[in-house]
């Protein structure tokens, strides 16, 4: 081996080096903040499962599996399934209204998409407890609703404390972030389609359905998973407007941690929570990947 080719190896050893910590250095913060704060809290929260709840509360290291079977508890386990239906509700109708309003704004003009974009973020500039006891003063008894029906000669009607007002919430609160995905998928869609479509003799229904629902696929696929996702497992607005009445899963997990200090049990459903996101972003995955 001649001195140019160890000398030209070593340069290339020392280059792969350099390239190496390089990343290290660019990826260290990041994959500091996820062991940190993501793999370990997981990590110790599934540990939590395997273990029972001591007598006074917290955690006794003795291995147990009935933390498991408790989830299909007809207790537990309805609890589960009404947090699903009204996420399932909240994510159909921010659905169907963001749509249509992401749609709206993809096709204004360019000056007036960017204040319409704004109008829709402006609330999250707003403290999310502040909005939510907005909405208590607005549909409370003596409320802005209840006066101005009042004066109309109807009510007053019990708008607070019940399913309706949390679904209310639930959209009111994530509708932007149904609206963000579908303007991007609608923005980034090609007019020319459309115009090809209308120019076969296809109706803006049969063109809807047929070409701009199937391109913009993703952005609903998305949309619909940042709005069901912090839904399923919300428990403020529960807590506010349901008046703890309807419990979900989010304020189940809560009260095993802060009240019945079940910690195990309020470890197993998280891990179930968590397991349901893992679902719904492989199946986002699969989707992006077919269209």
Known sequence: MTRSTVSGAAAASRSRRSRALGRLIFLGPGLTYLIVLLLIPLALVLSYTLFRRGRFGGVVYEATGENFTRLFDPLYLDVILSSLRLATIATVIALLVGYPTAYLIAMLPRKWKTVALVAIVLPFWTNFLVRIYAWIVLLSGPGLVNSTLGELGLGPFEFLYNQGTIVTGLVYSYLPLMV?????????????LREASANLGARPARTFVSVTLPLTLPG???GCLFVFVPSFGNFIIPELLGGGRSIMVGNLIRDQF?????????STLALALIAVLIVLLL???????RA
Do not use: C, H, N
Not at 180 to 187: G, N, V
Not at 283 to 289: F, K
């Open 180 to 192: 963000l995905p579908l303007y991007a998928a609608i923005e980034k869609l090609d007019p020319q």
């Open 220 to 222: 609903v696929v998305t």
């Open 258 to 266: 802060l009240k019945a200090r079940d910690w195990p049990f309020g």
């Open 283 to 289: 199946l986002q995955a699969w989707s992006a990947r």
